[in-house]
């Protein structure tokens, strides 16, 4: 079985990779140009006997492009690869209810696909029988009905649930969950309302991001793991090597590294441990000094800067690669689809080159002091929001993480 998850996530996927034992890629109807997404969605295909894919918020939800043309919804990204859709409905506090529910999921666009329904936190088998009496005349088959259970919970924090490479008890969580699936899914039924995949190995590897180097230091340990897959399999796939360090443990990016790349993550939460690791730090700032390239996504943008205040008001002295200073002391959201357009040529690209991105943190900028802008940024709906990110040199970052060029 191989699985996909809908949407800019990077947490979800950690699971379905654990769960699965194959690694489990982002397709984004929003960000990914079409070439992209019919790649990915082909890569994961490939060899498969089963592909499972997680979507986004409810059905529907999910961004558009200006003129319709994107839509980030789970409902269109199953019509654009012509996959069936099963519905998974919150019935803990409904009955009856639940099947008007579907019905409406069932009508509100012909180019849906239901073929099945799954009810969640049932309270017992009586709940469970009036919930299938409910649906016996509507011809879309109830495949299950999941108890609630407590054992089977995950644990969240600002920016969604904790990771799965933070379960301690992960493999006990994972076979709880598929105990549960087995006695409360009809699973020969969840088998014949699939169809078969359309998906056709196609050309070379998509490349979403240009490789910002030959040998890439790439940071991957608890405080870096917002880091989309498809994007270092497309550098690995243009010959790029890349070099895993974990500053955490204090390592310093290969000295044979010709560019950096920090992606998002949790520092706030290893801002302590991070500061006193002289060793990352040191060597960080000996990269951008001997020219290689330095670029730091959300989490990583924040340890380029001067320092960072944790939730507690405490501040971190960070790289000082670039001129400013963030805080999670006073929390505000930023949330949404971006599209990013290079202010200047970097290695990300030449200038005016667009990304289709997205912007997700609590984190506010404190102090800032002047220098070149990174990207200008644009919203979902076309709004202009001005510039994003500092470029200073060699070294760049910005709170946005890019997912595919457009």
Not at 39 to 52: D, F, K, P
Request: charged share 20%; aromatic share 8%; with cysteine.
């Amino acid at each position: 079985m191989s699985s996909f998850k809908i949407g800019p996530d990077y947490i979800d996927p950690g699971f379905h990779t654990a769960a699965g034992g194959r690694y489990c890629l982002n397709l984004d109807g929003w960000a990914m140009r079409d070439d992209t997404l019919n790649a990915l969605y082909a890569q994961v295909a490939a060899y498969s006997e089963i592909v499972l894919g997680e979507g986004v918020m409810g059905l529907f939800d999910g961004a558009r492009g200006q003129t319709g043309d994107r839509d980030g919804s789970t409902a269109d990204i199953a019509r654009r690869l012509g996959l069936p859709v099963i519905l998974v409905v919150d019935a803990g506090a409904q009955a009856q209810s639940a099947a008007a529910t579907v019905h409406g999921f069932s009508t509100y666009r012909e180019d849906t696909n239901l073929a099945g329904v799954i009810f969640n936190l049932i309270g017992s088998t009586r709940h469970a029988d009036m919930l299938k009496d409910a649906m016996a005349s509507s011809g879309i088959p109830v495949l299950g009905c999941i108890p609630r259970a407590a054992d089977v919970s995950i644990p969240d924090r600002h920016l969604g649930l904790v990771q799965a490479s933070e379960m301690a008890a992960l493999e006990t969580f994972l076979d709880r969950a598929a105990d549960l699936v087995a006695r409360h899914i009809d699973l020969p039924l969840l088998r014949q309302v699939m169809s078969p995949s359309n998906a056709r190995r196609s050309g070379p590897h998509p490349q979403p991001i240009p490789p910002i180097g030959h040998q890439i230091a790439v940071a991957a340990d608890e405080a870096f793991q917002f880091c989309y897959r498809h994007v270092i399999d497309g550098w690995r796939a243009a010959d790029a090597e890349v070099l895993l360090f974990s500053p955490l443990s204090d390592q310093a990016p290969s000295a044979d590294a010709d560019a950096v790349y920090l992606p998002g993550g949790y520092p706030e939460l290893h801002a302590d441990l991070l500061s006193a690791n002289q060793g990352f730090l040191s060597g960080l700032r000996d990269a951008a000094a001997r020219g290689a390239t330095v670029y730091g996504e959300c989490g990583g943008y924040m340890v380029l800067g001067d320092a960072l205040v944790d939730a507690d008001g405490q501040r971190h002295l960070m790289t000082g690669l670039l001129p400013v200073e963030t805080s999670f002391a006073d929390r505000k959201l930023h949330l949404g689809y971006r599209d990013a357009t290079l202010a200047a040529d970097t290695p990300l690209g030449t200038t005016g080159d667009i990304f289709g991105a997205h912007e997700f943190h609590y984190a506010r900028i404190v102090s800032q002091e002047i220098a070149d802008p990174l990207f200008r940024v644009s919203d979902a709906a076309g709004t202009d929001l001005g510039p994003m990110g500092l470029r200073r040199n060699n070294v760049m970052g910005s709170f946005i993480h890019l997912i595919d060029r457009r």
